[in-house]
Each structure stands twice: as C-alpha cells, then as structure tokens.
C-alpha cells in the first residue's frame, strides 16, 4: 500500500464519517438553539428542558433517515472490503 492510496482511504474515511454526523449535530444544535431561545423569551432557567426535546429531535431522525443511514455505510464497508487487495501489494 502507497502512501497516496492510504491518504485517500483516510480521506473517504472522513468524508463518511462527517456525511453521516451531520444530521444529527445539526439537528441537536437546531432545537438546542430553539430551545435556549425559548427559555430566554420565557425566562424559565431550567437545565433539564434542552435534553428532552434533543433527544425526541434525534430519535425521531434517526427513524426517519436510518435507511439512507445503513445504505451509506453499507457501501463505504464494501468499497473498503473490495479495495482490500491493493492494501497488501
């Protein structure tokens, strides 16, 4: 295995990794921005509001996008296993 194959395996590698976090961070950060809005607007100083509707938020997408979520991971996996080859020349 050359230098610049290991390079773009640790490139595909990232790039998947952030394809798949994405979502969820941004979402998280979504309603996290709307729920510190609404207890600045309401003055309720609450630490445990955020995590409820964060974890409803993620949960919910996770059911919704678990599908594209298994497919995408499913073809990074088989791309790494049929590149596994040219890593031992």
Do not use: C, H, N
């Amino acid at each position: 295995m050359d230098a610049q194959f290991a390079v773009e395996m640790l490139k595909a590698l990232m790039l998947q990794a952030v394809a798949v976090a994405t979502p969820i961070l941004v979402t998280a950060m979504v309603v996290g921005l709307a729920v510190s809005l609404f207890q600045s607007v309401t003055s309720i100083q609450e630490q445990t509001l955020a995590f409820v509707p964060k974890a409803l938020a993620i949960v919910s997408l996770l059911v919704v996008i678990l599908p594209w979520l298994l497919r995408t991971m499913i073809e990074y996996t088989t791309s790494v296993i049929e590149k596994m080859p040219q890593m031992v020349r």
